[in-house]
């Protein structure tokens, strides 16, 4: 405070208070007194300065020697410099519904001088739209000290969370539905937890929860009246039990229900309550608190607590409305008829020291998977890190321990890896065994296919891992659908996959042979009765054991297609619930019977598989961008292939194939590219990876020509069924004809070239060539591929918009051929033909002239000699692919004896059968 001020307040007499008496409202706004006021005393500042410090330095000696006097009568005035202090009615974070109503409920202001003073509130709160909102209180005093705070409203969608697990968090969806029938879903996350958007949905809600848990399927129900702010509503085994009994019948009927059903809150309660009486011995052996409530209660499905109960606790219910609750420790099991709401007096026994041991053991086995997990968290770990997880006795499909560790040192995808829906079953606590399904998570983006090891307890080390034990590596049975050409209009087809190949001839008890057959069962979940049976064989030309088509009587590869006729498979047999059951021989298939197959000795070994979802049967195929193929047209090895795509709604991206084959169709390299990240929209492929392919391969020249094949696979978002689509594009040989003069050597990629001007516009070959010639591109192809007439007839081949169709009449040989038609728009050119052998080599001879079709010119005839070197797919089937050699004849440049002279053409194509 300076001299000014102290005598201004000092020389308080001499300020005209009358003045400011008169500034008092309303005759003047808060704004223009204070205005006013502050004016005055500037001015009177400069006027006491001036005219009246003589005067007033007396008052202020005076002022100062009665300083603390209790004899002053007036106190001494002070300036009013603190503002007013906010306080907010209610919380100052507040979360609110959408399309709920917000009622503010302000605030107050109390100011030191003034006592209590107005507050103003702005800002607005949009209940229609999600987002945050801030509201702000404003406050100013009589000397116009002012203060502000803020209260902050979140608008949040209408949702309703809980977590989904069966002792372990389920792969998969719940689904939410109003009363008025109306669902929406959404992803269960990896820790089991779940939130659904239910904006617009109409309570009460049913609720279901529809995966796996480590391996095996799972449909759980619940229920909520409505939705709240932080509330929980569990999905598991117990919440649909709880709700069956409440409806009296099935929870999944009562979800399916289209009847507006609302169960009766104390009905709901009382089934929780008596759920709770039948387990209370297990969750007091697990020392859960009493208060839980097995609907809203909040857990983790961590192995602990409810979940650890969810462990040890297994309940089927049957069409017969009888559930069955089995304590899995001892089999020991009890019933529950849900239309009955007073069977309550059976409790389920059960040991509390073994519960106790069983949940020791079953932590202590997840610990080991979540530290393994751990040492991949932030970069590849040593071999010394992880060795001591993994028993002596480690198999995982096929490969050793140290085969398996140098895998996964050296795989950088491997880096963040983590184990999800980790359940423990088969738990022998004293024999130290167990078997752990589990799901992998590389990244975030979680493999559909369940895993199942083993673990075994060793008394120093304690529990270690076994892996699959499985002494083939085995492809699992899984629903495909593949669209073998995505540039042409026809649909792709769907199937299954299913293979094996033994790379251990040390493991498998044959004493170095190997395992060569397998019969595949799919197995009734209901009654156990075989729906249907194939097998998988080894063909002389390979390692791997394939699917043999009893209907083509060959190998077919990985491969069955759905169907009813013979060589299919038909999807309708598929539920969930069913086994695909493996049995695995030494020997081979007996094929005696070539349509009947059979196997001879006993199985060595039998694995089984959970049927988890039914197929799809309609393909969401993945496309290919136009860059995509124009960079297939460029390829060229030692450079990069850059491959893009746009995806079906419903699928995530999974992996992309560049094979290479030669010029006879036969595989020459194949680099498969796994993708982790499930928004990517495309991908390179490093041109090291063709040249590491191609190293020791001296057999492939890609002078002569080569095919490039892209597979872009896709995967259901839901279930994981595959869904890919193939592009190819061939690349020529670098030395062809078409110049007029003929190569000196003629690969299987070589063209007379054609002019289509000569002869009058008949057309002739620019480089004539001989049958020889002919034969010698066959064979630099890989020769003919066997045919027979019911590989041909009944077919028609499609090739650029031009169809050829070989009719199924005669005996399709030279002395009866058969009849048919090249069409091309609104031209047809009807012909005959044959299948005709020469040299061991299989040709389709089409030949026509003005006799068989009189639009053609007066004596005029043509013959065609057509080699199939290659066959992708299979024969005389739509959608399969031939590459054709032609030997082309027309009489105004041919004699009519093919073997003699230089005049013929020599052309290529590939035919797709529609």
């Known amino acids: 405070m300076n001299v000014t001020e102290l005598l201004i307040i000092f020389s308080y007499n001499i300020i005209d208070f009358e003045f400011f008496r008169k500034l008092s409202p309303p005759k003047y706004t808060k704004t223009l007194r204070n205005h006013l006021i502050r004016t005055y005393m500037k001015d009177l500042t400069a006027h006491l300065k001036t005219k009246y410090l003589p005067i007033l330095l007396v008052p202020f000696a005076i002022a100062i020697t009665g300083c603390g006097s209790d004899s002053d009568p007036t106190p001494t005035p002070m300036l009013d410099t603190v503002a007013p202090v906010i306080t907010i009615t209610g919380e100052k974070n507040i979360t609110i519904f959408q399309n709920t109503t917000y009622a503010d409920q302000g605030a107050t202001a109390t100011d030191a001088v003034d006592g209590s003073v107005a507050v103003v509130t702005t800002g607005t709160v949009n209940e229609a739209v999600v987002g945050e909102y801030v509201l702000t209180y404003s406050s100013e005093d009589m000397a116009g000290n002012d203060s502000t705070s803020t209260r902050t409203v979140t608008v949040t969608p209408v949702t309703i969370s809980g977590t989904a697990a069966g002792g372990a968090a389920i792969v998969g969806t719940v689904v939410v539905k109003g009363s008025l029938g109306v669902v929406k879903s959404s992803v269960i996350e990896a820790d089991g937890s779940y939130e659904v958007d239910v904006t617009g949905l109409t309570a009460p809600y049913r609720l279901r929860a529809e995966g796996t848990v480590g391996g095996k399927s799972y449909k759980l129900h619940s229920y909520t009246e409505e939705a709240s702010v932080g509330g929980t509503v569990n999905i598991t085994p117990f919440t649909d039990l709880i709700i069956a009994n409440t409806a009296h019948q099935l929870a999944e009927s009562f979800f399916d229900s289209n009847i507006d059903t609302t169960l009766s809150a104390d009905e709901l309660d009382a089934q929780e309550d008596a759920l709770q009486v039948k387990l209370q011995n297990v969750f007091d052996a697990l020392g859960l608190d009493t208060a839980i409530n097995l609907l809203n209660s909040s857990f983790s499905a961590d192995h602990s607590g409810v979940d650890a109960a969810l462990d040890l606790i297994n309940i089927e219910t049957g069409d017969d409305n009888i559930a069955t609750i089995t304590n899995l420790l001892d089999n020991t099991s009890i019933t529950d008829d849900i239309t009955d709401s007073d069977d309550n007096d059976v409790v ?173 069962a799919i197995i009734s979940g209901e009654d156990g009765s075989v729906k249907d049976m194939f097998y998988i064989g080894t063909a002389s030309t390979s390692s791997q054991g394939h699917i043999y088509n009893e209907a083509e009587q060959q190998y077919t590869w990985d491969w069955r297609e759905f169907g009813t006729e013979a060589g299919q498979i038909d999807p309708s047999i598929f539920s969930v619930g069913d086994t695909i059951e493996y049995n695995l021989y030494q020997a081979n298939l007996d094929l005696t019977d070539p349509a009947n197959p059979a196997i001879v000795g006993q199985p060595l070994v039998t694995y089984s598989n959970p049927v988890n979802y039914e197929p799809q049967t309609v393909g969401k195929y993945p496309e290919a961008t136009q860059a995509t193929i124009d960079n297939m047209s460029d390829f060229t090895f030692g450079e990069d292939i850059t491959i893009a795509w746009t995806l079906a709604e419903g699928t995530n991206i999974s992996e992309v194939l560049v094979q290479i084959d030669d010029p006879q169709g036969n595989w020459v390299l194949g680099v498969w590219d796994e993708i982790n990240d499930s928004s990517a929209t495309s991908q390179t492929i490093d041109a090291a990876m063709f040249d590491e392919e191609l190293l020791g391969n001296d057999s492939f020249d890609p002078t002569n020509g080569y095919t490039v094949i892209v597979r872009i696979y896709a995967e259901d978002s839901v279930t994981g069924q595959d869904h890919s689509t193939d592009y190819r594009v061939m690349v020529p040989a670098s030395t062809s004809g078409g110049d007029g003069t003929t190569p000196t050597t003629l690969t299987c990629n070589y063209e007379s070239g054609w002019n289509d001007l000569a002869d009058f516009e008949l057309g002739a070959p620019i480089t004539p060539n001989s049958f020889a010639d002919f034969n010698e591109v066959v064979a630099a192809c890989g020769g003919t591929n066997l045919v027979t007439k019911a590989n041909i007839a009944g077919t028609t081949l499609l090739d650029n918009g031009e169809s050829t169709m070989f009719n199924d009449d005669n005996l399709a040989t030279e002395a009866s051929p058969s009849t048919g038609q090249f069409i091309d728009g609104a031209e047809v050119i009807d012909f005959t033909w044959y299948i005709d052998t020469v040299n061991n080599s299989t040709y389709i001879i089409v030949e026509s002239n003005s006799d068989l079709d009189s639009d053609l010119p007066a004596g005029f005839w043509l013959r065609e000699t057509r080699a199939i070197t290659n066959v992708v797919g299979t024969l005389g089937e739509t959608g399969t692919t031939y590459k054709m050699i032609m030997y082309s004849e027309q009489s105004n440049y041919s004699d009519d004896d093919r073997a003699v002279g230089d005049d013929g053409e020599i052309w290529n194509s590939l035919y797709t059968v529609e």
């Open 348 to 520: 389920i026994e059960v040991d509390t020291g073994g519960v106790v041991i069983a949940v020791t053991d079953t932590i202590a086995i997840t610990n080991i998977f979540a530290a393994f997990t751990s040492e991949f968290s932030d970069g590849l770990p040593t071999r010394d890190d992880i060795e001591g997880y993994f028993s002596d006795e480690f198999i995982n499909e096929d490969g050793s321990r140290n085969e398996f560790l140098t895998d996964i040192l050296t795989d950088p995808d491997m880096i963040g890896i983590s184990f999800i829906s980790l359940a423990v079953n088969n738990l022998d606590s004293d024999a130290g065994t167990a078997m752990v399904s589990f799901s992998v998570s590389f990244n975030g983006k979680v493999d559909h296919e369940s895993e199942q090891w083993f673990v075994t307890k060793d008394e120093t080390l304690g529990w270690q891992l076994l892996g699959d034990q499985k002494i083939v590596e085995l492809n699992d049975l899984n629903y495909h659908c593949n669209d073998y050409d995505g540039a042409d209009e026809f649909a792709g087809a769907c199937g299954i996959n299913t293979s094996f190949e033994d790379n251990d001839l040390d493991n498998n008890g044959t004493g170095g042979e190997p395992i060569l057959s397998a019969s595949v």
